[in-house]
């Protein structure tokens, strides 16, 4: 699957890595950039041999957020918002059963931030910005970053930097947990890629199993979450013994 305007798109084996592709415009998200997205997700969730999605960016940086110029073909930011709704791939992102990894540098604001927030790991390169900036351009987030930021740093932290438009730089966004590991910036893509690989091929056993666990039995109480992780368990160990 190939051919796309705005995003690179490779399967190698286990791994799928996928770059956002629009340089010159800072990686902003466009329709386009939409439509694509939306279809390599389905594609990610459609074919079962693909253990890992690591995601990043082109150029100088992961992504600059929304491509504000979309907006202004409507005659509200309403309509705007309904057309990016209609096809709204974050919700498909959410439920995908690979462990997705975000390697981000340079800059991660408004939606680039929303979208690595919808990650299971997110690393780093050193000098990266993070920032919602939405409410100081009189917009709220609109992919997800309102429920997805609190779940990560809690509701406190959350809300003033929403609120304020908070800049936080990498070690910060490290120390508050925002992301789990931050690495020299020279070499950055290749350091994430060897090191993702280096681990899916050492790892014993499926993690999309323990993806799985973590995140279905949060919203769960707790003795059903612990009888789907025994569930889980046994499954995986019967899956194992039939290689």
């Known amino acids: 699957m190939g051919g796309f305007e705005t995003i690179c798109w490779t399967v190698d084996g286990p791994i799928a890595e996928l770059r956002l592709n629009r340089p010159e ?21 459609d074919d079962p041999s ?16 929304a491509d504000l ?28 059963p690979p462990v997705i990894i975000a390697a981000v540098h340079g800059f991660c604001l408004g939606d680039g931030l929303e979208f690595a927030l919808w990650a299971d790991l997110r690393v780093a390169a050193e000098g990266t910005v993070f920032a919602l900036p939405e409410t100081r351009l009189g ?12 779940r990560t740093v809690g509701e406190r932290r959350a809300l003033q930097w929403l609120l304020e438009g908070t800049r936080l730089d990498a070690r910060t966004a490290l120390e508050v947990g925002l992301v ?25 056993s499926d993690p999309r199993w323990v993806k799985r666990a973590v995140r279905a039995g949060a919203d769960l109480p707790e003795e059903e979450a612990l009888a789907l992780e025994r569930r889980l ?9 039939t290689r």
Do not use: K
């Open 25 to 45: 415009a800072l990686n902003t998200y466009d329709d386009t950039m939409r439509d694509e997205l939306w279809t390599v997700f389905q594609a990610v969730r």
């Open 69 to 96: 110029r979309g907006f202004g073909r409507f005659r509200s930011v309403m309509d705007a918002r309904r057309v990016r709704q209609w096809r709204d791939p974050w919700r498909l992102l959410a439920a995908l």
């Open 139 to 150: 917009f709220l987030p609109g992919a997800g970053g309102s429920v997805t930021l609190p």
């Open 180 to 204: 789990h590991r931050v690495l020299p910036a020279e070499g950055f893509w290749e350091r994430v890629r060897t090191g993702v690989r280096r681990w899916v091929a050492t790892c014993p």
């Open 50 to 65: 693909i253990v890992v999605l690591l995601v990043g960016g082109v150029g100088r940086g992961f992504s600059a957020g």
């Open 233 to 241: 368990a046994d499954g995986l160990a019967a899956r194992e013994g």
